[in-house]
């Protein structure tokens, strides 16, 4: 409980802390001062760079963690979020699929091309999951895991042929130094799927205790299902075009917060918010000051901090079960 007082409002402190900081940080100076004084440059290089680059965060970081939010109350499990099942990779290969078919395509045909490849690996690794009989908390990942290598080699196969290599290296670079009014929007439909997230809740978790107990409730379980993997896709498809691969945040933030506040979902979906800002944010800003004036891909950062949580939620795991 003391834990519990001490951590949350710490979480929304950093949060509004972090988002100012963000809206200061950069190669152009840009000062409070500055701005109330009314400096029209000042001004418009804030609206044009800073605004942007700091929603497109917040955006990414709701995506991703809503996501896992939802892939984890649909598996029962609590490692499955897009890049740990494999979506994330799927969306990546349904963008180099555009490329190469449709070069030149605006930005909208390349999320419809990232979303339905994504819908499709998701419902193929559910597919999987299904038939699997030693569903053991550490098993269904390392299947999402595995199905995501697969994809990422015939995605690089893919580019080689095709030679668009740098591009997909440039997509699993997913970074935000590139993100400027005019580029972000299409991340505004992640505000929408947020607030179907929290009206949705009380399904998802409905749907989390199982096909048998969930349709004996009256839940429309299938129809809960493809919803859930719909919202998910979509989230991974319109991220993935704007920002690229964003590792393991859809883990990370949703163990934390159910480990603080219990497994309410609709309750602890502000607070996930919260959190993965704090997150995303904070990698940003660590990317851009520590080999100023060159930036750290937020990827980079995020792959680090989410890969050692990730092995620190298992071996806590496994010692409890072990005690």
Request: charge should be positive; glycine fraction near 10%.
């Amino acid at each position: 409980m003391t834990r519990r007082r001490v951590a949350l409002p710490l979480i929304a402190v950093a949060c509004a802390v972090l988002v100012a900081l963000s809206l200061m940080t950069g190669e152009y100076h840009i000062t409070a001062a500055g701005l109330l004084a009314g400096d029209d440059e000042m001004w418009r290089m804030f609206f044009v760079s800073r605004v942007p680059r700091t929603l497109a965060l917040i955006f990414a970081g709701l995506a991703m963690s809503f996501s896992g939010v939802i892939m984890q109350r649909l598996t029962q499990n609590r490692f499955v979020e897009p890049t740990t099942a494999g979506t994330a990779e799927w969306a990546g290969l349904g963008v180099l699929l555009c490329l190469i078919l449709t070069p030149g395509a605006p930005p909208l045909v390349k999320m419809l091309y990232a979303t339905a490849t994504a819908f499709l690996g998701t419902m193929l690794f559910l597919g999987f999951l299904s038939r699997i009989r030693a569903r053991r908390s550490a098993i269904v990942p390392l299947v999402g895991l595995m199905m995501g290598a697969v994809v990422s080699a015939v995605s690089t196969y893919l580019a080689v042929e095709t030679n668009l290599l740098q591009s997909v290296v440039s997509w699993r670079s997913g970074g935000f130094a590139h993100v400027v009014r005019g580029f972000y929007e299409p991340l505004w439909a992640v505000a929408a799927i947020a607030v179907a997230t929290y009206l949705l809740a009380n399904y998802f978790t409905i749907a989390g205790l199982g096909r048998d107990v969930a349709t004996s409730l009256g839940l429309r379980y299938g129809l809960t299902m493809g919803l859930g993997v719909t919202m998910v896709a979509l989230a991974s498809g319109v991220t993935s075009v704007v920002v690229g691969f964003i590792p393991f945040l859809g883990l990370v933030v949703p163990n934390i917060i159910s480990a603080l506040r219990g497994d309410d979902v609709r309750s602890g979906l502000p607070w996930v918010a919260a959190l993965s800002t704090v997150l995303i944010v904070g990698c940003d800003l660590l990317g851009r000051v520590l080999v100023r004036p060159m930036e750290i891909p937020v990827s980079v950062i995020m792959g680090v901090v989410g890969a050692a949580t990730f092995l620190a939620i298992i071996l806590t795991r496994s010692n409890r079960v072990a005690l």
